[in-house]
């Protein structure tokens, strides 16, 4: 089937790391991403991952795959006022096309 | 402005009349992608296109919607007689290729029906 599941709410205070989690349901799924929303506007591609891979690191992001699980984890290191915002996680299958999005999780920092 | 371009930003209808939401992709992307986002929803797939072709239909209503992306100008997403249940706001993404290339996304258009 598909299906990707969020939690809906995540709140953090400055300076800590926050972590977005993320499950999925199909196993064939071979790429997964992380899109940033903000108030009002499109989504912003953050990082995606390979399902070969295990972990991705782009400077504050680090995105972790536990393809057993189907479990997805954004880590975002010293979380800033500037990343909140509604964080969707995504899969797509080989032959590209559509994108299945989970609900949003809304990151909210707090000084 | 190498991003994806969709315009217009707001779109009012009253019921009954047509909406017509429009897509530049950037440049270079042959592949367009419409999702509609619900209020406190995430998006939802509706249509996938190349230049005159539709890939993947999968998501569209059966009636009143219509996509297409010609070989010129931009991806043209038709409503047909609104109705209140339209109002969302709908994205459009582009990618290079279909395979394994991230879709980028412009930054919507807010439909309302009065």
């Known amino acids: 089937g598909e299906d990707v599941e969020q939690s809906l709410f995540l709140s953090v205070r400055e300076g800590d790391s926050s972590v977005i989690n993320c499950t999925y349901t199909?196993?064939?799924?071979?790429?997964l991403y992380w899109y940033k929303q903000e108030p009002g506007a499109g989504l912003q591609l953050l990082t995606y991952i390979f399902s070969n891979m295990d972990m991705k690191q782009d400077q504050r992001l680090t995105v972790l795959l536990n393809k057993k699980d189907k479990h997805l984890s954004l880590r975002i290191a010293d979380t800033q006022t500037g990343d909140s915002a509604i964080y969707f996680c995504a899969e797509s299958k080989n032959q590209g096309g559509k994108l299945i999005f989970g609900q949003g999780t809304e990151l909210s920092v707090k000084p | 402005n190498a991003g994806v371009m969709q315009n217009p930003r707001h779109l009012v209808r009253r019921r009954g009349q047509e909406a017509r939401l429009r897509c530049s992709p950037m440049?270079?992307?042959?592949?367009v992608y419409w999702y509609r986002q619900l209020p406190e929803e995430g998006l939802k797939f509706m249509v996938y296109?190349?230049?005159?072709?539709?890939?993947?239909e999968s998501g569209m209503p059966k009636e009143r919607f219509s996509a297409e992306f010609p070989k010129e100008g931009p991806s043209i997403l038709r409503i047909q007689q609104v109705v209140r249940g339209d109002s969302a706001a709908y994205f459009c993404?582009?990618?290079?290729?279909?395979?394994?290339?991230?879709?980028?996304f412009g930054d919507g258009t807010r439909l309302s029906i009065l």
């Open positions: 440049k270079g992307h042959s592949h």
């Open positions: 296109l190349q230049k005159e072709n539709i890939i993947d």
């Open positions: 199909d196993s064939s799924s071979t790429y």
């Open positions: 993404a582009s990618s290079l290729t279909g395979s394994n290339q991230p879709q980028h």
